[in-house]
């Protein structure tokens, strides 16, 4: 079973790192009504110690146009003074549907083939009948939807076991779509560690792909799917639903849990592929979820890759942040339009959610048949109009 068509699309606005940040202190510090001086000095000296900095994040992209001004009562969302929280989740869900109706609108409006089933990811987001649901019944298709919802940021994973068991049953394409708006889901009135680290980090993406049997053009195999939920780790990652938005936490000891875990897990995924351990650590990219840059690097560290098997996850999370479900995906297509990564080569990506759940797949980069033009070795993706 194969990837391939993969398709990101980049949200309508696009802000960089140290004008967010900013951006957020100033939304803590009028959310925290009559906030004094320490309070402001205290959190902006918090807030640049725990956030990811701008040589690790350049750019985030986000539906909305709140991130782009500081007019607080024109904001979509984040009205802070009459709202500390933001509006509530009636509202950010408003804008859920409106962006993701327009980036299934956006990936199918030539699309001249319907796919046998449709998966729609994401965990930012819900409504019923979905994108996927409403874009089916305007095409009149016959195409079967799917839903792989709240998950968090190892969706794509789930969503590849999904999809492999309705080829098993003798459909021949599915594709899986990822709309992930994190902005939507920001609480300035929440001033905790956990809570600046999240919102220094997350942001919106989108990706639309393909799981069929064969391919005459350029394509990841799929040789091993693997989960695993690391024991007493229920505590350390959170993703729950509030008035307000949705809410995650994350444990200062998640790195660490991971770190002590992978290697086992690895073990185990390799063998599923029917892969040395040794060849897949040795020669293998990798694709790891970008959580954070502590995760990436002490993956890396425990592992003893070079940069150049790590490079494209790092690459991912400065050009976008980390876009829940979407990010793994993005990482796939980079390597998959790299020249430079040959034919043959394994590609071993991870991702991590609350669990604490490891999931993960092996895949071979499988090149160009003969006859058929390579393709463009990078993809920033295509603005939503």
Same mark, same amino acid.
């Given at each position: 079973m194969i990837l391939d068509n993969f398709h990101s699309l980049r949200p309508p606005h696009e802000t960089n790192q140290e004008e967010t940040l900013e951006w957020f202190i100033e939304a803590h510090c009028r959310a925290e009504k009559g906030a004094s001086d320490e309070f402001k000095t205290a959190l902006k000296e918090k807030f640049w110690h725990v956030g990811c900095k701008p040589d690790r994040i350049a750019k985030r992209g986000h539906v909305l146009a709140d991130y782009l001004h500081r007019d607080w009562n024109q904001m979509e969302i984040?009205?802070?003074?009459?709202?500390?929280?933001?509006?509530?989740?009636?509202?950010?869900?408003?804008?859920?549907?409106?962006?993701?109706?327009?980036?299934?609108?956006?990936?199918?409006?030539?699309?001249?083939?319907?796919?046998?089933?449709?998966?729609?990811?994401?965990?930012?987001?819900?409504?019923?009948?979905?994108?996927?649901?409403?874009?089916?019944?305007?095409?009149?298709?016959?195409?079967?939807?799917?839903?792989?919802?709240?998950?968090?940021?190892?969706?794509?994973?789930?969503?590849?076991?999904?999809?492999?068991?309705?080829?098993?049953?003798? *459909?021949?394409?599915? !594709?899986?779509? $990822?709309?992930? +708006?994190?902005? #939507? %889901?920001?609480?300035?009135?929440?001033?905790?560690?956990?809570?600046?680290?999240?919102?220094?980090?997350?942001?919106?993406?989108?990706?639309?792909?393909?799981? *069929?049997?064969?391919? !005459?053009?350029? $394509?990841?195999? +799929?040789?091993? #799917? %693997?989960?695993?939920?690391?024991?007493?780790?229920?505590?350390?990652?959170t993703w729950n639903v509030h008035s307000w938005g949705f809410e995650m936490t994350l444990g200062k000891e998640i790195p660490v849990l991971i770190a002590r875990s992978i290697q086992g897990y690895l073990e185990r995924l390799a063998k599923k592929g029917k892969k040395d351990f040794n060849e897949a650590v040795g020669r293998g990219f990798f694709a790891i979820h970008p959580g954070g840059p502590k995760i990436l690097t002490h993956i890396q560290n425990v592992l003893g890759l070079s940069d150049r098997q790590m490079g494209y996850s790092f690459e991912v999370l400065r050009q976008f942040g980390n876009m829940s479900s979407a990010t793994v995906p993005h990482i796939w297509e980079k390597i998959l339009k790299d020249p430079e990564v040959k034919g043959g080569s394994l590609l071993v990506s991870m991702a991590f959610g609350p669990g604490l759940t490891v999931s993960g797949s092996l895949m071979e980069k499988i090149d160009v048949a003969d006859g058929h033009p390579p393709l463009p070795s990078t993809s920033s993706g295509d603005p939503i109009r």
């Open positions: 984040y009205r802070v003074e009459d709202a500390p929280t933001g509006l509530d989740l009636t509202a950010r869900m408003e804008h859920y549907q409106k962006h993701a109706d327009q980036a299934f609108e956006t990936y199918y409006q030539d699309e001249k083939t319907e796919p046998d089933d449709l998966i729609h990811v994401s965990c930012t987001g819900y409504a019923s009948p979905s994108a996927a649901q409403k874009l089916v019944s305007l095409k009149q298709w016959g195409t079967t939807v799917t839903h792989a919802y709240h998950m968090g940021c190892y969706a794509a994973f789930p969503g590849l076991r999904i999809a492999q068991g309705f080829l098993a049953a003798g *459909k021949n394409r599915v !594709d899986l779509v $990822h709309t992930e +708006l994190c902005s #939507l %889901h920001s609480n300035p009135a929440i001033h905790r560690t956990d809570q600046l680290v999240s919102q220094s980090l997350f942001a919106d993406g989108y990706m639309k792909y393909s799981l *069929k049997k064969a391919s !005459d053009g350029p $394509h990841l195999k +799929l040789l091993a #799917l %693997h989960e695993e939920v690391i024991p007493e780790s229920r505590k350390s990652m």
